[in-house]
Each structure stands twice: as structure tokens, then as C-alpha cells.
């Protein structure tokens, strides 16, 4: 086992000069001090109410360009669907990347990228369709390779199990139910955010845990096609997302 590893809480902690810093131990089982920052909440919520709003009119009846007034109005009544399926989708898919990178003693944290979430606010308001780009888990402490690739299948892994009880649950209840319609569209995002950042190419999770554990990606590749598959007999995509 290599030696502890220090890691810093935020950018705004590391210290300039001095040799004493707060750091916390992962796997080796020294007491870990807290595992955020006021800064990564700040960033979380920003992102996923930004995220939230421009979803909702997306799943309404689409953007303020193209039905006024009334896409507002639907937008509110989609709000509880987007605001949940970024949650489910987005945010645990972030924070599993985060707490198993903290358990190898790595700091990471949440930061949005503003401009991102800003053409994702403007085109989901104006023209009811969302492109988004809101912000990733920043790691740093010289992650090892099977580390980078446990890391990086914890985002998709979260987002098939997810998907896999939406899913079960959306077949039972029906698009005829709210909370169905709900739960199949939780389904949608999880299964969909899954599937992509499982692609190996790029920045992507696919390529880092290809890299690593060929055998661990065909098995979350293989699991997201099943789910998606099933999906796709009775999707559910309200309003005017595509």
C-alpha cells in the first residue's frame, strides 16, 4: 500500500508556505474529517436548480419562443418530474464518483462550469430543449489506475441501479400515474446519462474503465442495453424534450 496521500478540502484550503494543512485517510482506516466544502454545496445547488428549471421546460410544453406564457405554467406543473430526475440522475451519479474517490484518500469535490449551466438555462427557457454541460467532480492526489477506473464506474453503476427500480416501478404504475410519469422519466435520464458516459472514448467513464477492468465495463454496458432495451418497448418522454 503506498503512503498517505494529503488532500485538501477546496482550492480556498491549501495553504501557501506552511506544512500542516487538514487531511483526511481513506481505505487505510485513519478518521476522515468532513467530506465537503460549503463551496461544493454552494456549486451542487446551483447546478442541479439550474438543471431543474431548464429540464422543466423542456418536459412542459416547451420553450417561452414558441408557447408564451403557458410554457411557464407547464413548466411548474413539470418542475417535481426535473427536479427528481436530476437528483436521481445527475446528482448521484456526481456524488458516487466523489465518495469512492474519497475512500482511496483522494480529494474530490463538485464545481459547476457556469457557462455550461447557463446555455442550458437559456435554451431550455427560450426554446424547450436542454444541452447541458453543468459541471463535473474535480479529483486530485495522484489517483493509481484501478482507482481512476473504480472511480469512474461508480457514476454509471449508480445510474443503472437507479434506473433498474424506476424502471420497475414505471412499469407498474403506468404514464397513466403522476408518480409513474415521474419514475419513468427518472428512468430516461438514469439510463440515458448511464449508457453515454459508458461510451469509451474521450473524457468519458466508458474509457477509464475499459482501461482498466474490460470485463467490469462489458458487464455495465451489457446492463444499461437490457434497461434500455426494456425502456424503449414504453418510453416516456413528456412535452417537447425531442
Same mark, same amino acid.
Given at each position: 500500500?503506498?503512503?498517505?496521500? !494529503?488532500?485538501?478540502?477546496?482550492?480556498?484550503?491549501?495553504?501557501?508556505?506552511?506544512? +500542516?494543512?487538514?487531511?483526511y485517510?481513506?481505505?487505510?482506516?485513519?478518521?476522515?474529517?468532513?467530506?465537503? +466544502?460549503?463551496? %461544493?454545496?454552494?456549486?451542487? =445547488?446551483? $447546478?442541479?436548480?439550474t #438543471?431543474?428549471?431548464?429540464? +422543466?421546460? $423542456?418536459?412542459?410544453?416547451?420553450?417561452?419562443?414558441?408557447?408564451?406564457?403557458?410554457?411557464?405554467?407547464? $413548466?411548474?406543473?413539470?418542475?417535481?418530474?426535473?427536479?427528481?430526475?436530476?437528483? =436521481?440522475?445527475?446528482f448521484?451519479?456526481?456524488?458516487?464518483?466523489?465518495?469512492?474517490?474519497?475512500?482511496?484518500?483522494?480529494?474530490? %469535490?463538485? !464545481?459547476?462550469?457556469?457557462?455550461?449551466?447557463?446555455?442550458?438555462?437559456?435554451?431550455?427557457?427560450?426554446?424547450?430543449?436542454?444541452f447541458?454541460?453543468?459541471? $463535473?467532480?474535480?479529483?486530485?492526489?495522484?489517483?493509481r489506475?484501478? %482507482?481512476?477506473? !473504480?472511480?469512474?464506474?461508480?457514476?454509471?453503476?449508480?445510474?443503472?441501479?437507479?434506473?433498474?427500480?424506476?424502471?420497475?416501478?414505471?412499469?407498474?404504475?403506468?404514464?397513466?400515474?403522476?408518480?409513474?410519469?415521474?419514475?419513468?422519466?427518472?428512468?430516461?435520464?438514469?439510463?440515458?446519462?448511464?449508457?453515454?458516459?459508458?461510451?469509451?472514448?474521450?473524457?468519458?467513464?466508458?474509457?477509464?474503465?475499459?482501461?482498466?477492468?474490460?470485463?467490469?465495463?462489458?458487464? #455495465?454496458?451489457?446492463?444499461?442495453?437490457?434497461?434500455? =432495451?426494456?425502456?424503449?418497448? !414504453?418510453?416516456?418522454?413528456?412535452?417537447?424534450?425531442?
Amino acid at each position: 500500500m503506498e503512503g498517505r496521500r !494529503r488532500v485538501y478540502y477546496s482550492f480556498h484550503d491549501i495553504p501557501l508556505g506552511e506544512d +500542516s494543512t487538514p487531511y483526511y485517510y481513506g481505505y487505510d482506516g485513519m478518521p476522515q474529517q468532513s467530506v465537503t +466544502s460549503r463551496t %461544493e454545496i454552494i456549486h451542487l =445547488t446551483i $447546478a442541479m436548480l439550474t #438543471l431543474s428549471v431548464a429540464f +422543466s421546460f $423542456a418536459l412542459g410544453s416547451g420553450g417561452f419562443l414558441t408557447n408564451g406564457f403557458y410554457s411557464i405554467v407547464s $413548466a411548474v406543473y413539470a418542475f417535481p418530474i426535473a427536479l427528481f430526475s436530476i437528483l =436521481t440522475g445527475f446528482f448521484f451519479h456526481e456524488l458516487s464518483h466523489k465518495f469512492v474517490a474519497q475512500h482511496y484518500g483522494l480529494w474530490a %469535490e463538485f !464545481r459547476m462550469y457556469p457557462g455550461g449551466l447557463f446555455f442550458a438555462l437559456i435554451f431550455g427557457m427560450l426554446f424547450g430543449f436542454v444541452f447541458a454541460a453543468p459541471g $463535473a467532480v474535480t479529483i486530485q492526489g495522484g489517483a493509481r489506475k484501478f %482507482e481512476m477506473g !473504480r472511480i469512474a464506474a461508480a457514476g454509471p453503476l449508480a445510474n443503472i441501479i437507479v434506473a433498474t427500480f424506476s424502471l420497475i416501478g414505471y412499469l407498474y404504475l403506468g404514464v397513466d400515474s403522476y408518480i409513474g410519469q415521474i419514475l419513468g422519466f427518472v428512468c430516461f435520464i438514469n439510463i440515458f446519462l448511464g449508457f453515454f458516459n459508458l461510451l469509451p472514448f474521450g473524457p468519458l467513464d466508458g474509457k477509464k474503465i475499459i482501461t482498466w477492468n474490460a470485463i467490469v465495463w462489458g458487464a #455495465l454496458i451489457a446492463a444499461a442495453v437490457v434497461i434500455l =432495451t426494456i425502456y424503449s418497448n !414504453r418510453m416516456f418522454i413528456p412535452g417537447g424534450l425531442f
